[in-house]
């Protein structure tokens, strides 16, 4: 048994003086970190600020666009063209790549936010250029998302690394998507019972679903989600569990 | 005689369904496009449209990074830190960087906009952290600025080729500072009086100040306010103007 | 034959540096202003002015809240809880409010804009939060949405006048919905078409439908675009045209 | 001996997804809530839940008008112009005025927050639009702020009531200003002597200034800063040692 799987959480939530996350709290035990690009969240100080500590913790950055929606937090569907779509991507990655060169550093993957995630897994039309601005901007970045979304298809599309995405912390339902927040089975919150389920979905390539049967469920990236109040804890439990299962934990390499 | 000058002008101030200045009508005739980031002006999709418009044109691509205050256009006054200048200076020609990127094309300079330009001329503390930025992001980037000013020491402490600013529409006070907007002789209405005085920059170095004292002034660019009512006409006759006084006019080259 | 019509504007909707529409233009002809409150378009002092500018005319003033989405001006759908949609609307009429106050006159009436607008229509859950924070403020307040929509169920819920709205400009199809804009029949260019049905509209409450259909419209008031190129002539046309035909044209009285 | 005095402090100064401060801590002790209007800080969701727990509480709630720089949380100064003082003060005391009318009950007063507060003590230029502003729209509002500043000059020449309002946790220098935040003195870290600081204020007009000396210091506020670490227990203390000394804690009446 060989497999490897990267850790990737979303980092550089923070807004001006509002604190988001437990920035600090997670990066020792993380391989990706997901970089909020001033529009959903964060702004340039934090940006700079988030890539000084990525880099500081040999941990790969990644830019995290999302919709300009910081009331939402990102979080709102909002309906937007194609063109849009392309263009807030470059944008925000390009903007948060900035911020890599300063530092010496260059970004090694990209991964939409919430709303702008769920609706571009899901809509072949928001997929392809949002996977377009990635390649436009540099062609070795990988792209995060689920295994079998429009993200997928969009990145092969575009001639892109794809780094299929799954969550520990969250139930599937027995189509692979996730249980929606709010209804039982949604969220595993015994970090044993998510260590658990991790490895089975690095080293068996399959998972549980919330009603009992068995899916397939093959991942190179596992999300961690930073603002569990538990979330340092958590990383490290589930870092420390995958180990110990003898996965190899570590950022997914460049397409580049 | 054999003197060369560029002719720059803010471009891309666009915003959603707003439309500002005439950008197409000014292209032909200008050399270097200074083009809004999404802070004081400027969207995603307007930024992609004017990198494209100016490829077209064969005109220089600048980022035009200003305060985050598209209420104010970037001309009020904030005070913010030197970290934060740095920050927001990178964040912007990082984001239109991008665009350039995707457009198979690089960027040429930097000036910064409005209060932002006024303030970095003025004080160190805030044009070391621009020049810094900029020279962080790509050491052949240009930046303009008044001569003499803090940028210029600033550009030229950070290794930066820096392109001196002046401005054929504008009277000039005899310590060098344009004459303040509302005040008499602030603006050159007449377009053949500014052309007159844009060949004299460009060709003989100095200009006339509003008091009548001669003023030496060399100029590496010379700005032209898109936002005029006639920026089109009076983009043409100034180029027209310098051509058949035997002036070049072309953007500056990169000191990448 | 008596009939009474109100014509009302989106008006107010230029933004910082940024213009937008002909208020002063449409305003001698208009009897109802619709005031962007600061999200989708307008600011502070833009709200100011067209409060004064209204009040001046003697037109009735509204409130046109809308998404906080001035990138996209308000016309792409957001995804919002009904506590959210309370939450904005409220906001947003009483910033309006606040002004009228100043102005030594009061608010007549509240119109959502653009994608809120369509959105309230079509969606109970969204129309009855929008009826209660208008009621909430103000119960004399007279909300303006389509002719059995749910916008009007709500407000008949929430013991609001009601005020059922009309295009003169719009095609509608034979279910009573407007074609979608870039549809052939969307849009009627000719003002003397437009004053012909609006006339039809106020006298006869019906119009005849894109695909030649009769369809029954009773409408208390008329929307006029005021972001066509000819919105002053075309409001003048069609108030002339009304006035012409005997139809009254007034704001409606407040219901409080 | 038989004064009076009130505790305000800042609330509601969350913003979507992001919390700040401890309103639930802070509102059992406090007597005039200052609640953020969406500019510097809170949304409309804050703001009608921070108007409901302070009503809820029986506090006094005013609202708290900022610099529109949520970015920089409103303390950073932004040359704006009397007018834009005028607007921007109406329209986030009007905003928040329609959700205290909705919770059935109205403002009991006006604080600005931050570097505009700051500003406006300082120039009587920004002081007065401001007041002004708040006295077009209810001139049964109390303006608070610094005793002696041209925010106090112009809440007068308003005909406004007047609030002065002094700092327990804070330092003064014999001119009556506070120590610079960040120079040694400037906060008063220690809950029990900023407990007899403010009795002594209360009761005998005066304090001790950093450098020694008395300053004479009649105030009919005292600030709690809701984003101390200890806020609520400071509250607690401050409000059960003015009370065991005799001072009753009370919102300043209405002048209207």
Same mark, same amino acid.
């Given at each position: 048994?060989?497999r ?38 964060g ?11 990525? &880099? ?5 950055? #990644? @830019?995290?666009?999302?919709? *300009? +929606?910081? %009331?939402?937090?990102?979080?709102? /569907? =909002? ?35 919430g709303a702008?995630?769920?609706m ?32 997928q298809?969009?990145?092969?599309g ?19 998507? &996730? ?5 039982? #089975? @949604?969220m595993?919150?015994? *970090? +044993?019972? %998510?260590?658990?389920?991790a490895? /089975? =979905? ?30 340092a ?24």
């Amino acid at each position: 048994m060989n497999r490897t799987i990267d850790l990737n959480c979303d980092l550089g939530e923070s807004f001006g003086a509002y604190r988001m996350g437990d920035d600090a709290g997670v990066l020792p035990f993380v391989t990706s970190a997901n970089v909020a690009c001033g529009a959903h969240a964060g702004d340039p100080s934090v940006m700079r600020r988030t890539v000084a500590a990525a &880099l500081e913790h040999g941990v790969a950055i #990644g @830019a995290h666009p999302g919709f *300009p +929606d910081l %009331a939402g937090f990102g979080r709102r /569907e =909002i309906r937007i063209s194609p063109q849009e779509a392309y263009d807030l991507v470059l944008y925000q990655v390009g903007a948060l790549a900035a911020f890599a060169v300063a530092a010496g550093t260059s970004l090694r993957h990209v991964k939409p936010h919430g709303a702008l995630y769920n609706m571009a897994c899901a809509d072949a039309a928001l997929a392809e250029p949002i996977a377009r601005a990635v390649r436009d901007l540099d062609a070795g970045l990988i792209l995060f998302g689920l295994p079998g979304s429009e993200l997928q298809r969009a990145a092969e599309g575009a001639g892109l690394r794809f780094a299929r995405e799954a969550f520990a912390d969250r139930g599937y339902a027995s189509d692979g998507s &996730l249980v929606r927040r709010g209804t039982p #089975g @949604a969220m595993i919150e015994d *970090p +044993d019972e %998510a260590v658990r389920r991790a490895v /089975e =979905i690095a080293v068996e390539g399959r998972t549980r679903t919330a009603d009992g049967s068995e899916l397939r469920l093959e991942a190179d990236t596992l999300c961690i989600h930073g603002d569990r109040p538990d979330a340092a804890l958590f990383a490290r439990t589930l870092r420390e569990g995958l180990e110990r299962s003898g996965v190899r934990v570590a950022a997914p390499q460049s397409g580049g």
